[in-house]
């Protein structure tokens, strides 16, 4: 699902999330194609509540704007109910009750040599992307197949976080962003989220 793409008015109504956007994705000069695409992405789940049926991967040094970006600006706008960040070892686990309801998920420090079963590992996270219902089990509560509204953001410090074959579509990777961010102004940020 595609929305009407953001037009330069629009992203001259938030500049600095904007540009907060642009440096997490590694995105440099003119070309806005990377974010625009993630604006989109992030557009399909935030303004329609649906699930885009892909994930984005973002990589870089620390202090490039991961954590930034959910706490500050994904979250605030996702509502805490509708947000969660995770690691590596709540995906490993065999209950995933923390996927239940929510709309966006950021898996922070993923690292693909950090999986003990790859294939596994792999093969649930192609299940949560894709599928409009997952099985989900709580503890000490029978499996259940529930609703899947997640929407996937894995951050990385690692150049290759994830493993992703060739012909797999459901990826979407920004550039490795090896410089950090300098601390945006929380207010201003805060200000834009209106917007």
């Known amino acids: ?20 956007i642009r440096h997490l994705l590694g995105e440099t000069g003119k070309d806005t194609t990377l974010s625009e695409a993630f604006l989109n ?19 870089g040094c620390e202090g490039t704007g991961k954590g930034f970006f959910y706490n500050k600006i994904a979250a605030p706008l996702m509502n ?6 995770i690691t590596v070892s709540s995906i490993e686990e065999q209950f995933n009750g923390w996927i239940e309801g929510k ?32 099985p989900l089990r709580r503890m000490r509560q029978a499996t259940i197949d529930a609703p899947n ?5 894995f951050s990385s410090n690692r150049p290759q976080p994830v493993y992703i ?3 797999d579509r459901r990826y979407n990777v920004g550039n490795y962003q090896s410089n950090k961010l300098a601390r945006p102004d929380d207010d201003i940020v805060a200000n834009e989220l209106e917007k």
């Open 41 to 59: 992405w992030f557009a399909v789940i935030f303004q329609r509540k649906a699930k885009p049926i892909t994930a984005w991967v973002v990589h």
């Open 149 to 153: 509204y997640a929407s996937f953001l």
């Open 80 to 85: 805490a109910r509708n947000a969660s960040s």
């Open 165 to 167: 074959p060739p012909t």
């Open 103 to 134: 709309l966006f998920i950021l898996v922070d420090e993923v690292d693909v040599d950090d999986f003990k079963e790859k294939g596994k590992v792999a093969a649930k996270l192609r299940n949560a992307i894709t599928e409009p219902t997952i």
């Open 1 to 20: 699902m595609k929305l009407e793409a953001y037009s330069l008015i629009k992203i001259n109504d938030f500049p600095t999330i904007h540009s907060i």
